[in-house]
């Protein structure tokens, strides 16, 4: 397929009959139905194959292949969207730091872009699981920013930003960044990593994610949750492996791969799971 037929049925998974005009208001609806449509899905490190991240790659697993990706995929896909539709954007990399304090140095693992327009800086995020924010933010304030989901805020200690959410009460840290320009290598290397390093928090491991309004839907191996905005999560153990195909194939969304081991890995994971204490 081309270029232009792959932006084409793109723009037709996110809503879209004709291109949009490059305007904030493009981006924030390009954003937010990206979340709600294209899960975050960790099955090929779950599986230890290959994720490769040029963009016939990525485009042939997720806009063919009915599947999802992390940020290296998903936010790759979605730049070059953005400069198609001639948004003034480029990429950056960070620090992911949730769950830990935000003054770790964790190797430049995740991707994200900015984007500028009318001179007004913003981040735009579709590939930080979970907790990927819905929605745009403005780069140069540290006031507090709402989005289609939880308020998210910015701060700069004159080196690098720091993204925070708000979950209750709490302003959790999730990831740092600078604006250096990265080359391919770069991106390669962060993906080296993520997908291939015994150390990685994503090797042999399931997390998977889906936004939609007023909701987040979470897996972490096999552990489920549904995360709510107005009350309460309401999370629960997997205790079977036909339950966790149905949250992946149904609830999430995703296409799953025909791998012969998936359904033993997945047992695994079920299996694991019921140890627990």
């Not at 972490?220 to 949250?247: C, F, G, M, Q």
């Amino acid at each position: 397929m081309s270029r232009l037929t792959h932006r084409q049925l793109y723009l037709q998974r996110l809503g879209y009959d004709s291109p949009p005009p490059p305007t904030l208001q493009t981006l924030q609806a390009l954003q937010l139905r990206h979340v709600c449509t294209f899960a975050f899905e960790s099955l090929s490190t779950l599986l230890r194959t290959p994720v490769p991240i040029d963009l016939p790659s990525i485009e042939q697993k997720v806009l063919l292949d009915g599947r999802g990706g992390y940020c290296f995929e998903l936010n790759h896909m979605f730049l070059t969207l953005l400069q198609e539709l001639g948004f003034e954007a480029r990429g950056l990399t960070g620090w992911v730091v949730m769950g830990g304090p935000t003054d770790a140095r964790t190797g430049r693992t995740h991707r994200l872009s900015l984007v500028t327009l009318d001179g007004v800086r913003y981040v735009t995020d579709v590939g930080f699981g979970g907790m990927v924010p819905s929605s745009p933010l403005r780069l140069d304030t540290d006031a507090t920013q709402a989005s289609a989901h939880e308020p998210y805020r910015l701060t700069f200690n004159g080196a690098d930003y720091t993204l925070w959410a708000q979950v209750g009460e709490e302003w959790r840290g999730l990831y740092v960044f600078d604006l250096q320009e990265q080359a391919d290598i770069d991106y390669e290397i962060g993906n080296w990593y993520v997908s291939t390093h015994p150390a990685s928090t994503f090797v042999g491991q399931l997390k998977a994610a889906l936004l939609a309004p007023g909701k987040r839907y979470t897996l972490n191996n096999a552990n489920y949750a549904v995360h709510y905005l107005d009350r309460p999560s309401e999370k629960r153990a997997i205790e079977s492996t036909d339950e966790l195909l149905t949250v992946l194939q149904e609830t999430l969304g995703i296409r799953l791969p025909a791998h012969p081991l998936l359904r033993e890995t997945l047992d695994g994971l079920v299996m694991a799971n019921s140890k627990e204490p």
